[in-house]
């Protein structure tokens, strides 16, 4: 548990530097090695409370780290952190999502596919999110940063279902990257 604050805090550090370096690198680590300690930890946690502790603690290191490394910049910092403090408040309350939906993807039933194809569905979210005309948009985010998008996506639903539900948490993360990119992708 305390694990994955210090962990989160070591993330969001190396994350806090590579916004120093090339866009391309630093889109692909912000927000998917975050997803995946928030995948490591949901997956890990031995009951549904420690799942969720474990990942507001996680992304709660990830965003204290974060917000550390940017007080020693000068100008106006916070602007370089999204939009405002709502962007904060989603990213940690989607990666939280993400861990809890992995914890209940171990079930071996339906539930346990649908909740796997919403963490990927979730994943998706970021990844669409950055090859759109937008706020969120990069810059040469097309076409790899879409296939390691994909990749991770993929590698995702391969580990945490298992069997012939594997088909039906990709319908779930389909329709919901869909959903995604005709209703709300650009705003």
Not at 36 to 45: E, Y
Not at 65 to 91: C, H, K, Q, V, Y
Not at 132 to 142: D, E, Q
């Amino acid at each position: 548990m305390v694990l994955s604050l210090f962990v989160g805090m070591l993330l969001g550090g190396v994350g806090a530097l590579l916004l120093y370096g090339p866009g391309l690198p630093g889109a692909i680590y912000n927000p998917y090695a975050y997803v995946l300690l928030a995948v490591v930890v949901g997956r890990s946690a031995a009951g549904f409370g420690w799942a969720v502790l474990s990942s507001v603690l996680a992304a709660f290191g990830v965003l204290l780290s974060i917000l550390t490394a940017t007080l020693f910049e000068p100008g106006d910092w916070l602007t370089r952190l999204g939009d405002d403090g709502a962007t904060m408040n989603l990213t940690v309350v989607n990666l939280v999502t993400i861990g809890v939906l992995s914890y209940l993807a171990k079930r071996l039933d339906r539930w346990g596919a649908l909740a796997a194809g919403g963490a990927v569905g979730l994943v998706l979210f970021g990844g669409i999110d950055k090859m759109m005309p937008g706020p969120g948009h990069v810059p040469g985010f097309w076409p790899w940063g879409a296939a390691v998008v994909i990749v991770f996506a993929l590698g995702m639903l391969i580990s945490l279902v298992r069997g012939r539900e594997r088909a039906c948490s990709a319908l779930v993360a389909l329709a919901l990257g869909a959903f995604y990119f005709v209703f709300l992708a650009g705003l």
